[in-house]
T-cell receptor
Framework: TQLLEQSPQFLSIQEGENLTVYCNSS?????LQWYRQEPGEGPVLLVT?????EVKKLKRLTFQFGDARKDSSLHITAAQPGDTGLYLC??????????FGKGTLLTVNP | SQTIHQWPATLVQPVGSPLSLECTVE??????LYWYRQAAGRGLQLLFY??????ISSEVPQNLSASRPQDRQFILSSKKLLLSDSGFYLC???????????FGPGTRLTVL
């Protein structure tokens, strides 16, 4: 069974701070996705990474896929209250299913 | 563009009552479809997925069942709800053969 562990589980920071959240596994994934979910809504896809070592940037968000395709990180620069939400990583294997981590709940205080 | 709908948005049901949640996708053909349950706003548990009409794979033995009567319609059902069925139910779709999934708005189910 493939498992994804996300850390930290909870993170509360002030507006303007930088932060990094992590997604780790002992399994190799063919792709890894990051989603953000707001309370009472469905997750929204932010990015997909597929190549070991790949880095993608989405405005103030930087996503990296580990060289061995077992881990990923999400770095947010100058966090804003609008970044508040549950950040979920999900790994894709050899079929069409995704394995989700339990998420990092981020609160950015104004 | 593609859109995904779920209804109802919220539902309160007594223990032992039946359940039917519906999910429909517009703007695409032959999608993969998924049902997830999310407890306490945390990780997603895959319940069922479907790669075509009438083709359902169950991930977790439980009190629920799924059906796909049409290409872009996915239904989650139960004959008799349990308290433990409470949760946030999410439907998702992906382009056949790909792994990026797109989620609906969810249904909040409370079983009393």
């Amino acid at each position: 069974t493939q498992l994804l562990e996300q850390s930290p589980q909870f993170l509360s920071i002030q507006e303007g701070e930088n932060l990094t959240v992590y997604c780790n596994s002992s399994s190799v994934f063919s792709s890894l996705q990051w989603y953000r979910q707001e309370p009472g809504e469905g997750p929204v896809l932010l990015v997909t990474v597929v190549t070991g070592g790949e880095v993608k940037k989405l405005k103030r968000l930087t996503f990296q896929f580990g060289d061995a395709r077992k881990d990923s990180s999400l770095h947010i620069t100058a966090a804003q209250p609008g970044d508040t939400g549950l950040y979920l990583c999900a790994g894709g294997g050899s079929n069409y299913k995704l394995t989700f981590g339990k998420g990092t709940l981020l609160t950015v205080n104004p | 563009s593609q859109t995904i709908h779920q209804w109802p948005a919220t539902l309160v049901q007594p223990v032992g009552s039946p359940l039917s949640l519906e999910c429909t996708v517009e703007g695409t053909s032959n999608p993969n479809l998924y049902w997830y349950r999310q407890a306490a706003g945390r990780g997603l548990q895959l319940l069922f997925y479907s790669v075509g009409i009438g083709q359902i794979s169950s991930e977790v033995p439980q009190n629920l069942s799924a059906s796909r009567p049409q290409d872009r319609q996915f239904i989650l059902s139960s004959k008799k709800l349990l308290l433990s069925d409470s949760g946030f139910y999410l439907c998702a779709w992906s382009v056949f053969g790909t792994r990026e999934q797109f989620f609906g708005p969810g249904t909040r189910l409370t079983v009393l």
